[in-house]
């Protein structure tokens, strides 16, 4: 396939997140391009974007928390624009990826989110997508264009090295998360634990069965994403149950922090909550939850995919 010569990058940052965009600008040198986004009398978006993206390597930062069909449409306009410009290639930085967690049906008559969500960026001229910890690990299969996915983990586990105690165990809250505990483990050094979890809807979940020995040891709990808290309410109660020793730790690259997540977490005894700024900071979250940045990460992928003309 032949390639689009080698252009310099531009940063455009999406309305889903403009900190973060700006902060990833700023990590490469620089100045993000502008755009408007306006809406017509009757809610459509007018998308316009800068002159100087045209013949350029635009690289458009744009998470998908909620409102998620909104930030979905923005990111696509956004792309069209680019294209009609005749930008020379489009990358999309979607630093938390909506949907991933619809990647099977649980129940006839139920539609695919992912793939729907993944469908409609494929109908978008992107050449490239770029993610952080998506909730499945398999999800470019539903994309027409490479997708890479970037981990957040040695990040977070450096950031959150210095609070623990040397009797600490990392601890997945399902099955799920057993992957991303294993390389925790690896990276801290210390034993692992599995809460085995059964969703019972949107936002309930049942803590069945712990496998390992937590007993006497300082949880550190770690997840792809804290939405409602529900996984992590019912991991720390088997947990303390079980005789895991208090205050637990909790980590995961995405703090959506959906209602009432906050409120879930200030009820329990933890320590510190440590998450990615991979989307904005919540309107209402813990007390004790700091935001690790994530712009270096994004910055170093989007220089090194420009090195080797991947962008
Ligand atoms: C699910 O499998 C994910 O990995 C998370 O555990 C889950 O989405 C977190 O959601 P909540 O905070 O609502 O339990």
């Avoid at 902060?23 to 009398?41: F, H, K, V």
């Avoid at 959150?160 to 390389?183: N, R, S």
């Avoid at 692992?192 to 979890?197: E, L, R, Y």
């Avoid at 703090?255 to 990615?276: D, W, Y």
Wanted: charged letters at 20%; proline letters at 8%.
């Amino acid at each position: 396939m032949t390639r689009a010569p080698l252009t310099a990058i531009e940063l455009l940052p999406g309305p889903a997140h403009v900190a973060l965009g700006n902060a990833i600008a700023q990590q490469l040198g620089l100045a993000p391009l502008s755009r408007s986004l306006e809406r017509t009398p009757d809610g459509e978006m007018l998308v316009v974007v800068d002159e100087r993206a045209r013949g350029r390597n635009i690289a458009i930062v744009q998470p998908t928390p909620a409102p998620v069909g909104e930030h979905l449409l923005e990111l696509l306009m956004l792309a069209d624009a680019c294209w009609r410009l005749g930008a020379a290639r489009i990358t999309a930085v979607i630093p938390y990826l909506g949907y991933a967690r619809q990647d099977r049906r649980s129940r006839s008559g139920e539609a695919l989110g992912s793939s729907v969500f993944a469908s409609a960026l494929a109908s978008a001229p992107l050449q490239r997508v770029l993610v952080v910890d998506p909730h499945n690990a398999g999800v470019e299969g539903g994309f027409s264009c490479p997708v890479e996915s970037l981990s957040a983990v040695p990040l977070l586990a450096r950031a959150v090295e210095h609070v623990l105690t040397t009797d600490c165990v990392i601890v997945a809250p399902d099955l799920g998360a057993t992957k991303l505990a294993q390389h925790y483990a690896q990276l801290l050094k210390k034993p692992m634990a599995i809460v085995h979890k059964q969703r019972l809807g949107p936002s309930e979940v049942f803590a069945e069965r712990l496998i390992g020995d937590v007993r006497g040891r300082q949880p550190v709990l770690v997840d792809d994403m804290i939405s409602t808290g529900g996984t992590i309410a019912a991991a720390t109660e088997i947990l303390l149950a079980q005789g895991a020793k208090a205050p637990a730790v909790v980590v995961a690259t995405h703090g959506l922090f959906a209602p009432p997540a906050a409120e879930r977490l200030g009820a329990l005894p933890i320590a510190k909550v440590l998450t990615t700024d991979s989307v904005p900071a919540p309107a209402e979250t813990s007390p004790v939850h700091e935001r690790v940045g994530i712009a270096p990460l994004l910055a170093d992928a989007l220089r090194n995919a420009q090195r080797y003309e991947r962008l």
